[in-house]
T-cell receptor, first 117, second 117 residues
Framework: GAGVSQSPSNKVTEKGKDVELRCDPISGHTALYWYRQRLGQGLEFLIY????????KSGLPSDRFSAERTGESVSTLTIQRTQQEDSAVYLC???????????????FGEGSWLTVV | GENVEQHPSTLSVQEGDSAVIKCTYS??????FPWYKQELGKGPQLIID?????GEKKDQRIAVTLNKTAKHFSLHITETQPEDSAVYFCAPSRAMNYGGSQGNLIFGKGTKLSVKP
C-alpha cells in the first residue's frame, strides 16, 4: 500500500548508543510529524515539518534528539547517547499541506518500537 | 496552550452495549475535533471528526457530538463489537489563521475500550 512507512519496526539498542529512525511519508504529503508514545501513554509531540518552512522543534525533549527531512520526502529522527527513558514507540505521520488544522487527515505509520537496555 | 482531558481512561462494556468517551479542552479557539482509534501495535487512525459549525456527526455505529459552550466533545459507539476494542484519542485543534504552531497537536491521554463478547 501507499501508507506511511517506518523503519526499523523494532530496535533494541544499548544505553549510550545512537539510533536513527526513518519515516517515508505518503507521496505528495508536505506535512510530516514525529510523536513519541511511551507504553500505555498518550502521544507526545516531538517535531513538525511543513514543506520548506522552518520545522517546529518545540517538542524535542533534549538536545540528544534531532530530526531532518529531505525536501518533502524521507525524514530521519536521530537520538544520540540513548537513555533507558527513551524507550518508547516513535510514530511518524504525514498529511497534505497544513495538516489537521487545515482540515487534512493525518495518516500515521505503525511506529518504530525502541528499547534501550 | 491547549489542555486536553479524556474520560474515562478505561471503559469496559458488554458486546452490543453503547460506549461514550468524553474529551474536554481549554482553547476556546479550537474548531476542529477529531477522534482517533489505535489498535494494539498500530498507529492511530482517524475514525470521525467534526467542525465547530456542526453539533453532531454520525457515521454508521459511531457519532461525535460537540458542545462548544462547555468545551467538550464526545465519541459515541453503539452496538459495540469486539473489534471496537482499542485505545481512542481526541486531538482538538484550531485553524491556521488563529496562529500558534500547526505541529503541536495536543492529544488526550487516551481511553482504553474493552468490548467483552
Amino acid at each position: 500500500g501507499a501508507g506511511v512507512s517506518q523503519s526499523p519496526s523494532n530496535k533494541v539498542t544499548e544505553k549510550g548508543k545512537d539510533v536513527e529512525l526513518r519515516c517515508d511519508p505518503i507521496s505528495g504529503h508536505t506535512a510530516l510529524y514525529w510523536y513519541r508514545q511511551r507504553l500505555g501513554q498518550g502521544l507526545e509531540f516531538l517535531i513538525y515539518f511543513q514543506g520548506n518552512s522552518a520545522p517546529d522543534k518545540s517538542g524535542l525533549p533534549s538536545d540528544r534528539f534531532s530530526a531532518e527531512r529531505t525536501g518533502e520526502s524521507v525524514s530521519t529522527l536521530t537520538i544520540q547517547r540513548t537513555q533507558q527513558e527513551d524507550s518508547a514507540v516513535y510514530l511518524c505521520a504525514s498529511s497534505l499541506a497544513g495538516g489537521q488544522i487545515s482540515g487534512n487527515t493525518i495518516y500515521f505509520g505503525e511506529g518504530s518500537w525502541l528499547t534501550v537496555v | 496552550g491547549e489542555n486536553v482531558e479524556q474520560h474515562p481512561s478505561t471503559l469496559s462494556v458488554q458486546e452490543g452495549d453503547s460506549a461514550v468517551i468524553k474529551c474536554t479542552y481549554s482553547d476556546s479557539a479550537s474548531n476542529y475535533f477529531p477522534w482517533y482509534k489505535q489498535e494494539l501495535g498500530k498507529g492511530p487512525q482517524l475514525i470521525i471528526d467534526i467542525r465547530s459549525n456542526v453539533g453532531e456527526k454520525k457515521d454508521q455505529r459511531i457519532a461525535v457530538t460537540l458542545n462548544k459552550t462547555a468545551k467538550h466533545f464526545s465519541l459515541h459507539i453503539t452496538e459495540t463489537q469486539p473489534e471496537d476494542s482499542a485505545v481512542y484519542f481526541c486531538a482538538p485543534s484550531r485553524a491556521m489563521n488563529y496562529g500558534g504552531s500547526q505541529g503541536n497537536l495536543i492529544f488526550g491521554k487516551g481511553t482504553k475500550l474493552s468490548v467483552k463478547p
